[in-house]
């Protein structure tokens, strides 16, 4: 086997390890002498002893509860129980430090897109999309909060009394992001969260934590002291210790349910919590007689196997009519086969290897589950393993009682069921757990139009002939039951981090007089007219 420095072009060779010894914590990069988890790539490479292998990239904190509520005492002290420098910043101050903050990250996409690769095994195509599509995110999270603004720089007056109406922060905010999108839908919690005048205490995904590494100094110099506190280190041991403080106000998640449910468990006030959450779902592709194959087949290719199907909004079961099924089955088998999976940076690669070392166990679980329940693979590449990867298994006919039907695979395994009659797929997303999105393919006007007014009540977004996705992120992301709570989007995001607050005066002269003075003084950075362009 050739050495990995030999076949891999020069700009994504790792050339020296990334020992990420600092974590941020009051505005200071503070050296970690303590205990280190080393972080490997499952990309093999061959080592000094020719023994083929995982690659090591590096390590990080392994940081413990004296660590994490040092970061919560920073954040909390940041915010002042709402008397902090930046909770009570002026908007446009707090807009040029995330102005500061995108500019310097700009800077960085080379070496975060390579990381994006190593560390969790995403396409290069996929991986500079990410980099490049939360830049964007960030610009439009800055433009629509200028607009709130705008939209707030106003008196309201009924009943005789004038009010002045504007969005103030939450607090202290616990943030977690997912290693799918390590980067991405870390920042659309982030970004909106500091942006709304909350203060954050942030821990990178297991998978995807090195890539943070090159910003960390524009975290440092963006921002005032204490406002991003990032640590590192497993959840139960800097997570668990920070929430049974009860200082946190948000708790800001995107992964898995039983991770949310045992945080939420440990904070002592419950009822003060605010919850912003995006989580599991299993979104089903319903196939109309009447379909575009060429279309569904495409469609369901790309939202079964983006990313592996590592994707919350990824096709994990297909629903196929009768009428269609034979031909459906062959066709979509055949092009699950023809994807060429390599490294990330291969030309025109769509399957890579998967970042979860016991990722291709489980799917073998699911698999042989499947089969034993009378259920067969109909791609014949399909469960073929390597150290690093299972080929994506189409598995047909999938049964309630199989493990495949019921649990989030997360990865490539792909459920495809027939149905007769529409109740049977309707009634199903009525039981199941999740209620994220759906892709209904077909053309017919009269057998759609009822369907999309039921499936509206089931799930939030209905993809009309497409796959499953996020984007474009102006649109509201979320989902019912198990899949979410509260609404991630430029404009919802904004709100979701926030609570209206304001101040109320009685229509007379004196009162009109103070207000009128406090305008024209510009001495309050909350009670103010300005038009912010």
Same mark, same amino acid.
């Given at each position: 086997?050739?050495?990995?420095?030999?076949?891999i072009? &020069?700009?994504?060779?790792?050339?020296?390890?990334?020992?990420?010894?600092?974590?941020? *914590?009051?505005?200071?990069?503070?050296?970690?002498?303590?205990?280190?988890? !080393?972080?490997?790539?499952?990309?093999i490479?061959?080592?000094?002893n020719g023994?083929s292998?995982p690659? +090591?990239?590096? &390590?990080?904190?392994?940081?413990?509860?004296?660590?994490?509520?040092? #970061?919560?005492? %920073?954040?909390?002290d940041?915010?002042?129980?709402g008397q902090g420098?930046?909770?009570?910043?002026?908007?446009?101050?707090?807009?040029?430090?995330?102005?500061?903050?995108? !500019?310097?990250?700009?800077?960085?996409?080379?070496?975060?897109?390579?990381l +994006?690769?190593?560390?969790?095994?995403k396409s290069?195509?996929?991986?500079?999309?990410?980099?490049?599509?939360?830049v964007?995110y960030?610009?439009d999270?800055?433009?629509d909060?200028?607009?709130?603004?705008?939209d707030?720089?106003?008196?309201?007056?009924?009943?005789?009394?004038?009010?002045?109406?504007?969005?103030?922060?939450?607090?202290?905010v616990?943030?977690?992001?997912?290693?799918?999108?390590?980067?991405?839908?870390?920042f659309? +919690?982030?970004?909106?969260?500091?942006?709304? @005048?909350?203060?954050?205490?942030?821990?990178?995904?297991?998978?995807?934590?090195?890539?943070?590494?090159?910003l960390l100094?524009?975290?440092k110099?963006?921002?005032?002291r204490?406002?991003?506190?990032?640590?590192y280190g497993?959840g139960?041991?800097?997570?668990?210790?920070?929430?049974?403080?009860g200082r946190?106000? *948000?708790?800001?998640?995107?992964?898995?349910?039983? %991770?949310?449910?045992?945080l939420?468990?440990?904070?002592?006030?419950k009822n003060?919590?605010?919850?912003?959450?995006?989580?599991?779902?299993?979104?089903?592709?319903?196939?109309l007689?009447?379909?575009?194959?060429?279309? #569904? $087949?495409?469609?369901?290719?790309?939202?079964? +196997?983006?990313?592996?199907?590592?994707?919350?909004?990824?096709?994990?079961?297909?629903?196929?009519?009768?009428?269609?099924?034979?031909?459906?089955?062959r066709?979509?088998?055949?092009?699950?086969?023809?994807?060429?999976?390599?490294?990330?940076?291969?030309?025109?690669?769509?399957?890579?290897?998967?970042?979860?070392?016991?990722?291709?166990?489980?799917?073998?679980?699911?698999?042989d589950?499947a089969?034993?329940?009378? #259920?067969?693979i $109909?791609?014949?590449?399909g469960g073929?393993?390597?150290?690093?990867y299972?080929f994506?298994? *189409?598995l047909?006919?999938?049964t309630?009682?199989m493990?495949?039907? !019921?649990?989030e695979q997360?990865?490539? *395994?792909?459920?495809?069921?027939?149905?007769k009659?529409?109740?049977?797929?309707?009634?199903?997303?009525?039981?199941? %757990?999740y @209620?994220?999105?759906? %892709?209904l393919?077909?053309?017919?006007?009269?057998?759609i139009a009822?369907?999309?007014?039921?499936?509206?009540?089931?799930?939030c977004?209905?993809n009309?002939?497409?796959?499953c996705?996020?984007?474009?992120?102006?649109?509201?992301?979320? @989902?019912?039951?198990d899949?979410?709570?509260?609404?991630?989007?430029?404009?919802?995001?904004?709100?979701?981090?926030?609570?209206?607050?304001?101040?109320? &005066?009685?229509?007379?002269?004196?009162?009109n007089?103070?207000?009128?003075?406090l305008?024209?003084?510009?001495?309050?950075?909350?009670?103010?007219?300005?038009?912010i362009?």
């Amino acid at each position: 086997m050739e050495m990995i420095q030999e076949i891999i072009p &020069s700009k994504y060779q790792i050339k020296e390890l990334i020992h990420q010894n600092t974590y941020l *914590v009051n505005g200071e990069l503070k050296k970690w002498s303590g205990k280190t988890t !080393e972080v490997y790539s499952s990309i093999i490479s061959e080592g000094e002893n020719g023994v083929s292998g995982p690659t +090591l990239l590096g &390590s990080i904190p392994y940081m413990t509860e004296e660590g994490a509520l040092e #970061a919560l005492h %920073s954040a909390c002290d940041a915010y002042g129980k709402g008397q902090g420098i930046w909770p009570t910043m002026k908007v446009t101050d707090r807009v040029s430090c995330m102005e500061r903050f995108v !500019e310097q990250m700009k800077l960085k996409r080379d070496e975060v897109v390579k990381l +994006l690769m190593w560390e969790i095994g995403k396409s290069l195509p996929d991986s500079e999309k990410e980099f490049d599509r939360t830049v964007e995110y960030i610009y439009d999270t800055i433009e629509d909060y200028k607009q709130l603004d705008r939209d707030s720089a106003k008196f309201h007056k009924h009943q005789g009394v004038h009010a002045h109406i504007r969005r103030g922060p939450l607090g202290v905010v616990l943030c977690l992001g997912p290693y799918n999108y390590p980067l991405n839908e870390t920042f659309a +919690l982030l970004i909106p969260a500091l942006i709304m @005048g909350n203060t954050a205490i942030f821990k990178p995904a297991k998978h995807g934590v090195l890539l943070i590494t090159p910003l960390l100094e524009a975290f440092k110099s963006s921002f005032p002291r204490g406002v991003v506190n990032i640590i590192y280190g497993r959840g139960r041991e800097v997570a668990a210790p920070i929430m049974k403080t009860g200082r946190i106000d *948000v708790l800001a998640l995107i992964g898995n349910s039983k %991770s949310a449910i045992a945080l939420q468990d440990q904070h002592p006030h419950k009822n003060r919590l605010r919850l912003v959450l995006g989580l599991e779902a299993k979104n089903p592709a319903i196939i109309l007689p009447d379909a575009d194959l060429d279309l #569904a $087949i495409d469609e369901c290719i790309a939202g079964t +196997l983006s990313f592996n199907g590592q994707r919350c909004t990824a096709l994990k079961i297909i629903y196929v009519h009768e009428d269609v099924r034979e031909e459906f089955n062959r066709r979509f088998s055949a092009k699950v086969d023809a994807l060429k999976f390599g490294n990330p940076w291969d030309p025109e690669v769509k399957l890579t290897p998967l970042p979860e070392p016991g990722k291709p166990a489980y799917i073998k679980e699911l698999i042989d589950d499947a089969e034993a329940k009378g #259920a067969s693979i $109909i791609n014949e590449r399909g469960g073929k393993t390597t150290e690093n990867y299972i080929f994506p298994a *189409v598995l047909y006919p999938v049964t309630k009682n199989m493990r495949v039907y !019921e649990e989030e695979q997360f990865g490539p *395994v792909i459920p495809v069921l027939s149905f007769k009659s529409i109740d049977e797929p309707l009634d199903d997303m009525a039981d199941s %757990s999740y @209620g994220q999105q759906v %892709s209904l393919f077909g053309k017919n006007v009269n057998t759609i139009a009822p369907l999309i007014d039921t499936l509206v009540n089931l799930v939030c977004r209905v993809n009309l002939n497409s796959s499953c996705q996020r984007g474009p992120d102006v649109y509201p992301f979320t @989902g019912r039951k198990d899949s979410a709570a509260s609404t991630l989007s430029v404009h919802d995001a904004l709100r979701s981090f926030s609570i209206r607050t304001f101040v109320a &005066s009685k229509d007379n002269d004196y009162n009109n007089k103070i207000l009128k003075d406090l305008l024209d003084s510009k001495a309050s950075n909350f009670v103010y007219t300005d038009y912010i362009l």
